[in-house]
């Protein structure tokens, strides 16, 4: 009975790699198509709905660590959108509005760990990105 129950375990620990695994390529994907100087609206909400499934993912496996690194990478990716003057000012607000929810999860996150400063210190950074 124990092996059968190992078996299945060591199952779903080699899916879930097999998954970040996945989503790592579509995050690498999407990030080369934002990298671009023509890059659309839709290239951007590809990549914030490529990293959210990413840390969806990992939440749901209760993979803090990788939870927390791919909001974080999405959240700051967001923010260097969100100054990037080359970008038109419609780009910039969805970077903006999608910088806020990351922001949200990930500050709801750091406060579950216990980590005020961390969520603090995002926060300040933002409201200096923001305006």
């Known amino acids: 009975m124990s092996q059968s129950i190992n078996a299945w375990l060591q199952h779903q620990i080699d899916q879930y790699k097999f998954r970040v695994r996945d989503l790592t390529v579509d995050f690498y994907m999407a990030q080369a198509k934002l990298n671009r100087t023509e890059c659309n609206l839709d290239q951007l909400r ?4 490529t990293c959210m499934n990413m840390a969806e993912l990992c939440q749901m496996n209760g ?7 791919a909001l974080s990478r999405l959240h700051q990716r967001l923010l260097t959108e969100v100054s990037n003057d080359r970008r038109d000012k ?20 750091l ?10 210190a995002l926060q ?8």
């Open 90 to 109: 419609l780009f910039r607000m969805q970077a903006w509005q999608l910088a806020r929810h990351s922001l949200t999860r990930l500050c709801h996150q």
């Open 111 to 120: 406060a579950v760990n216990g980590e005020w400063q961390k969520a603090s």
């Open 46 to 49: 590809s990549f914030n709905d």
């Open 124 to 131: 300040t950074e933002f409201v200096k990105y923001a305006w």
């Open 63 to 69: 993979d803090d660590q990788s939870y927390l690194h």
